[in-house]
């Protein structure tokens, strides 16, 4: 599968990690479908209790937000960030 962009998911395989993985994947295709583009997850397991998602070294989101929503806000502040450094 080839991606355009590769976010990482970091932390302890727990219960708040698994929950944000899922909330990535719900939201992934309406953002790939806006976007023009394809996401990628790459799984890394830490030691820290609270799972964030990264973009080269940039931090995402650490913890689990209040609701999908703000996954897809913080998600799309990411992409208009990413696309308006592309042209």
Request: proline residues 2%; charged residues 35%.
């Amino acid at each position: 599968m080839e991606c355009d962009i590769v976010l990482e998911i970091k932390g302890r395989n727990n219960y708040v990690k698994w929950t944000l993985k899922q909330w990535f994947y719900e939201v992934k295709d309406l953002l790939e479908n806006e976007y023009n583009t394809k996401l990628c997850l790459k799984d890394i397991e830490t030691l820290d209790e609270d799972p964030s998602i990264e973009y080269r070294g940039e931090v995402i989101v650490v913890g689990l937000p209040g609701e999908e929503g703000y996954l897809i806000e913080l998600l799309k502040k990411l992409l208009d960030k990413i696309i308006k450094a592309q042209t």
